[in-house]
């Protein structure tokens, strides 16, 4: 079930649609320091490799991203899908897809952490009546740093940027330098954030040295919603007096040339959202759609009956399923029955059976 | 405490030295006799003990270990006999065995076609009692059999609706429970995929507990038609847990018109179709909930 000779992402097609196939733990760290579902993590320890099922949502992306033109603008592709569905899961596999081909992958974990349980919001110095984050911003300018290794060097700022009045990055200096200033003053890191994507943004499809960009979004509903934060006179803050929120936002428009975004939603982390809601329209809100607006959807669904198999030997390979009635074939009839082929629900089942 | 294959065992070895026994006393194995048993053994282990029963001994284990009872229950625990737990099941068995019961008040008057008060109907019963418990009452047991009528031996008094078609010819039917003020319906539909829809949505997403979907799983996964049917539910009123126990009897009363008379039967035995009667119990005056006291203050 395994094959681990076709960690190639390139060679999958819809005929590996089902099979798993093992990312080397090299890559783990580089690629997905920040990406993944905690109890996928958890997973990778007990199982001490990283397995990801092919599935169809995924392998689409695969092949939108490989058609694209990319000297129009950027395409947005929405996952979307029932809670615990697979669609992190899915994004992951499109993000490791485009680390392997190349790009520089922007990727923002859950776009909810940033505007959620922040204990520290500092005024902008930039602009006024904006907030920054400093926490959240340097470590996500952490974990950019590692996955992006090769290409800090790379590329060059085409702007002058002043932080403060001692300090200044030049024109022509390495976008590497940028991400340490931000990562070590941490005080600035929203705005090194709001600075990084601009060049970027500015650079991706261009022609002399030009790279394309993926941003990655996860829980991309959350930067339409309302926040949990509050100014110190008890007044909501409305997400575009964030910084973050903000810059990101930049990014989502489709402006730019030279790179896709993916984006996923996500109930399990948005505020005030109801938890029967999975469709784009009834989580982005009215104008969370409409600044996505014109975007591809890709729904992801339940576990088919080949995928559930798949699952299921994969788990059987493994030992995960110790009871020795889970395997006869009533056990696999009581799994698919209690969970109804929901991946989540399933690997929960699993987990102390 | 002796288990069948240890007296089996015992049994053999017995016959075995009896053989190795004869050999010795140089006599025919086939016909030595448990006299002769006796007197060998005392030739070969002289004792000079004076209690009889101290002295060597080789009997038939039949003799040597005590009678004693099979073991009365099955491989789950459940007992075999329904008297089990009385502690005396065969002498409350015979206590038990009824041929049948005298008539009641309304059919003797429907019999007799005259009205009869309760103390009337109550000294009818005396004397025929009494009869029956003179001696030569078998020459009168045709007057006494008019009076009396077997009891109903059945136990699954369960009426079974027949099934019905719909449009497609696909059978389905209709089941409804209750449990502690939750009330459920089901319209159970064959040959079809194993999904399952309460309320409009999806079980999983209504019953996120796994106990409750077990509940829900119980009938089909006992009767082993786990992915035949598909279930559109609704059910309202109590909480999770009432409404997961009031779907699965209402999915139970449903499955009856799909199964067999002695799948019906094992079903009532195992408490599929029996409505749990527990209900909240009523708060007491003087007392903070139904068992709960105060606070005992000494002083």
Not at chain 1, 133 to 162: C, D, G, M
Not at chain 2, 101 to 120: F, N
Request: proline residues 5%; contains cysteine; charged residues 25%.
């Amino acid at each position: 079930r395994c094959l681990s000779g076709l960690s190639k992402n390139a060679c999958q097609s819809e005929q590996h649609l089902g099979q798993y196939y093992t990312v080397p733990p090299s890559h783990f760290h580089t690629v997905f320091p920040h990406g993944l579902p905690p109890r996928y993590q958890q997973q990778v320890k007990s199982f001490n490799e990283g397995c990801v099922m092919v599935r169809q949502p995924a392998l689409e992306l695969i092949s939108h991203l490989k058609r694209a033109d990319y000297s129009k603008p950027t395409l947005r592709y929405l996952l979307y899908g029932v809670k615990g569905s697979g669609k992190t899961m899915s994004l992951c596999h499109a993000v490791h897809y485009c680390s392997k081909q190349g790009w520089l992958v922007l990727h923002i974990p859950d776009a909810h952490l940033w505007v959620k349980n922040c204990k520290e919001l500092l005024p902008s110095s930039y602009h006024a009546s904006r907030f920054d984050q400093p926490i959240q911003a340097s470590n996500w300018l952490r974990n950019f740093r590692t996955t992006n290794e090769h290409f800090l060097s790379k590329i060059k700022l085409r702007q002058r940027y002043v932080w403060t009045k001692r300090e200044s990055t030049e024109e022509g200096r390495p976008l590497g330098e940028l991400v340490d200033m931000g990562v070590s003053r941490v005080k600035s890191s929203s705005d090194v954030v709001g600075a990084v994507l601009k060049e970027l943004r500015l650079q991706a499809g261009g022609t002399e040295g030009g790279f394309r960009l993926a941003v990655a979004v996860d829980g991309v509903n959350g930067l339409w919603g309302r926040t949990t934060l509050k100014k110190e006179d008890k007044s909501p803050v409305a997400p575009e007096e964030l910084t973050l929120v903000h810059n990101l936002r930049k990014m989502i428009n489709n402006d730019w040339c030279g790179g896709a975004v993916i984006a996923t939603l996500s109930q399990t982390g948005s505020l005030y959202a109801p938890s029967s809601a999975y469709l784009p329209q009834e989580l982005l809100g009215e104008e969370g759609f409409d600044s996505m607006d014109p975007f591809i959807p890709v729904p992801v669904s339940l576990y088919s009956e080949k995928e559930f198999e798949s699952c299921y030997l994969y788990y059987l390979d493994r030992h995960w399923l110790q009871h020795p009635h889970s395997q006869t074939e009533e056990g696999k009839k009581e799994l698919i029955f209690l969970s109804n082929r929901n991946p989540s629900v399933l690997e929960r089942l699993c987990a102390f059976l | 405490k002796f288990s069948e294959e240890f007296i089996k065992k015992q049994v053999e070895e017995f016959n075995i030295g009896k053989r190795h026994l004869a050999n010795m006393m140089g006599e025919d194995p086939e016909t030595f006799t448990q006299g002769d048993i006796n007197r060998s053994i005392a030739y070969l282990f002289p004792s000079g003990l004076f209690d009889k029963k101290a002295k060597p001994l080789m009997k038939h284990p039949d003799e040597v270990f005590p009678k004693q009872r099979a073991v009365q229950w099955g491989a789950d625990g459940r007992p075999f006999h329904f008297l089990f737990y009385t502690g005396k099941q065969s002498y409350y068995s015979l206590m038990h065995v009824s041929t049948g019961r005298w008539l009641l008040k309304e059919e003797l008057e429907e019999l007799l076609v005259e009205t009869i008060s309760e103390h009337d109907y109550a000294r009818f019963i005396q004397l025929m009692e009494r009869l029956l418990s003179l001696p030569y009452c078998s020459v009168e047991e045709d007057f006494v059999q008019r009076y009396r009528r077997q009891l109903e031996i059945q136990s699954s008094k369960q009426q079974v609706q027949p099934l019905q078609y719909d449009q497609h010819g696909v059978a389905y039917s209709t089941g409804d429970g209750r449990r502690k003020t939750a009330t459920g319906t089901v319209l159970l539909r064959d040959s079809g995929s194993g999904s399952i829809s309460i309320n409009g949505t999806n079980y999983v997403h209504y019953f996120p507990v796994l106990q409750d979907r077990e509940q829900l799983m119980f009938p089909l996964h006992f009767m082993e038609v786990l992915g035949r049917f598909d279930m559109q539910c609704s059910v309202s009123g109590g909480g999770h847990s009432s409404q997961a126990g009031a779907l699965r009897l209402a999915i139970s009363r449903a499955m009856l018109s799909f199964l067999s008379e002695g799948q019906v039967e094992t079903m009532r035995q195992a408490g599929l179709l029996t409505p749990d009667p527990r209900i909240k119990e009523r708060k007491k005056p003087g007392q903070e909930g139904a068992r709960r006291k105060f606070t005992w203050k000494k002083r």
